[in-house]
């Protein structure tokens, strides 16, 4: 499947001036200092900071969120590496495109570019809205973003669809940690030598760390710089670019929210660091914009993810695998890299193919609800269940300015789903 929204443009144009190269500088006492440089036609940046000189080659991307998204040399490089190419050709919706929504058809390729410049958004944020003493340190910025683009580079054929096909025996994050290290394994661009070398690997350490949204991983302690766990995979709020990329990029394919019930980026964009460097804090007055992300989060479930067809496919998906290619399921980046590169939406498509129900994934018009049949039952939790106390965020400003939000008890109660279907 090509990759519908991302374009990449290499070569002489893709350089960049001072104006675009600003902003992709990890400081602003770096963009106090630095000098951008051209050479000629070469696609180089050159920077000065302090006595040395940094040079990177530059790619643009069009994406369909973010616009032009441009990646230094050694984001190149991993966006270059097989595991990462793999993702092209896995599904974001998992079996959705298939059954309902064929125009949906982003693959996790877009979602981890887009979730890369997310990520170094909000570390812009933090940085202009903070009156922060300490200063992150370029390597740990960087392992941030790296993991920002890796943090779903684990996921098996068609997403989340595959932990349902696995029943609950895969985990996307853990199998990500194995593709880390082999995408370090062969890195040759010295920012991403550093990261695994230097320090005894401390900076590979905090990507998986990052990715797994668990301290304890590390092997170190991060002192005034814990905050950044709140980044990527937020654990204890839920708030962090993952769910801020998806969101947007989801219903941008899926058109089922207003531009009005997507309006949560100033959650991110005005978020700051707390005083002791160990929570991200966002404002009082954006508070009604957490819940209208979980109010959008709850609806994409509800309205697209969901979909009691979906769910169906999803059934009918599993007991095929599991019926006609069970060895699949064993297959991970760890235990089997060269067959888990292999292992895609469109190949294990045509590994079931034979399956006398394979024909109702492709052609779902032949799926009809019924008062009996096979029956589809889930539970989808409620925005208000989903946003959690307002305890676990930690806010900053005016508490006067925090607009009360009201529950309706069909937004604090869970939805469930129950739905016979025939096969025809």
């Given amino acids: 499947m090509p990759v519908s929204a991302t374009v990449l443009v290499y070569g002489?144009?893709?350089?960049?001036?001072?104006?675009?190269?600003?902003?992709?500088?990890?400081?602003?006492?770096?963009?106090?200092?630095?000098?951008?440089?051209?050479?000629?036609?070469?696609?180089?940046?050159?920077?000065?900071?302090?006595?040395?000189?940094?040079?990177?080659?530059?790619?643009?991307?069009?994406?369909a969120i973010h616009g032009i998204i441009y990646l230094p040399s050694y984001i190149q490089e991993i966006t270059q590496q097989s595991d990462f190419?793999?993702?092209?050709?896995?599904?974001?919706?998992?079996l959705l495109?298939?059954?309902?929504?064929?125009?949906?058809?982003?693959?996790?390729?877009?979602?981890?570019?887009?979730?890369?410049k997310s990520a170094q958004d909000q570390l812009n944020a933090?940085?202009?809205?903070?009156?922060?003493?300490?200063?992150?340190?370029d390597w740990c910025r960087k392992s941030v973003e790296i993991a920002a683009l890796l943090h779903d580079i684990g996921h098996g054929p068609f997403s989340h669809t595959w932990e349902h096909v696995c029943e609950g025996q895969f985990n996307h994050e853990k199998n990500s940690e194995a593709c880390v290290d082999r995408v370090f394994s062969d890195a040759r661009d010295d920012e991403l030598v550093a990261l695994r070398d230097d320090h005894n690997g401390r900076g590979v350490n905090l990507i998986k760390a990052l990715i797994l949204g668990?301290?304890?991983?590390?092997?170190?302690?991060?002192?005034?710089?814990?905050?950044?766990?709140?980044?990527?995979?937020?654990?204890?709020?839920?708030?962090?670019?993952d769910k801020w990329d998806y969101l947007r990029r989801d219903?941008?394919?899926?058109?089922?929210?207003?531009?009005?019930?997507?309006?949560?980026?100033?959650?991110?964009?005005?978020?700051?660091?707390?005083p002791d460097g160990q929570r991200i804090e966002y404002r009082y007055e954006d508070y009604h914009k957490i819940w209208l992300l979980y109010l959008a989060r709850h609806r994409l479930h509800l309205e697209a993810y969901q979909l009691p067809k979906v769910l169906?496919?999803?059934?009918?998906?599993?007991?095929?695998?599991?019926?006609?290619?069970p060895h699949l399921l064993d297959v991970n980046a760890e235990s089997d890299p060269e067959e888990w590169l292999r292992l895609n939406d469109e190949r294990v498509l045509e590994q079931i193919t034979n399956d006398t129900e394979t024909q109702y994934l492709r052609a779902t018009e032949r799926i009809e609800e019924a008062n009996e049949g096979r029956l589809v039952r889930r539970r989808?939790?409620?925005?208000?269940?989903?946003?959690?106390?307002?305890?676990?965020?930690?806010?900053?400003?005016?508490?006067?300015?925090?607009?009360?939000?009201?529950?309706?008890?069909?937004?604090?109660?869970?939805?469930?789903?129950?739905?016979?279907?025939?096969?025809?």
């Fill in 12 to 63: 002489a144009r893709s350089a960049l001036n001072v104006s675009q190269s600003v902003p992709l500088l990890h400081s602003l006492r770096q963009q106090q200092q630095c000098q951008s440089l051209r050479n000629n036609d070469d696609a180089l940046t050159a920077t000065r900071v302090g006595s040395f000189r940094l040079i990177h080659t530059y790619a643009q991307i069009q994406d």
């Fill in 126 to 137: 933090l940085l202009r809205n903070s009156n922060y003493e300490y200063e992150l340190p």
């Fill in 380 to 424: 989808i939790s409620g925005p208000g269940e989903d946003m959690n106390s307002n305890k676990v965020y930690a806010f900053y400003g005016n508490p006067s300015l925090r607009r009360d939000i009201f529950l309706q008890e069909n937004q604090q109660q869970s939805t469930i789903i129950e739905k016979y279907f025939k096969l025809k």
């Fill in 312 to 325: 169906l496919c999803n059934d009918i998906f599993g007991e095929i695998v599991r019926r006609q290619q």
């Fill in 214 to 241: 668990d301290r304890s991983k590390l092997n170190y302690v991060m002192m005034h710089h814990a905050y950044i766990f709140d980044i990527v995979h937020n654990k204890v709020c839920g708030l962090d670019v």
């Fill in 97 to 116: 495109p298939l059954s309902v929504k064929p125009g949906a058809n982003h693959t996790r390729f877009e979602h981890c570019i887009g979730t890369f």
């Fill in 85 to 94: 190419q793999r993702l092209k050709k896995v599904f974001q919706l998992g």
């Fill in 251 to 274: 219903n941008h394919y899926l058109q089922v929210l207003s531009a009005d019930e997507m309006d949560f980026d100033e959650i991110f964009l005005n978020a700051r660091i707390a």
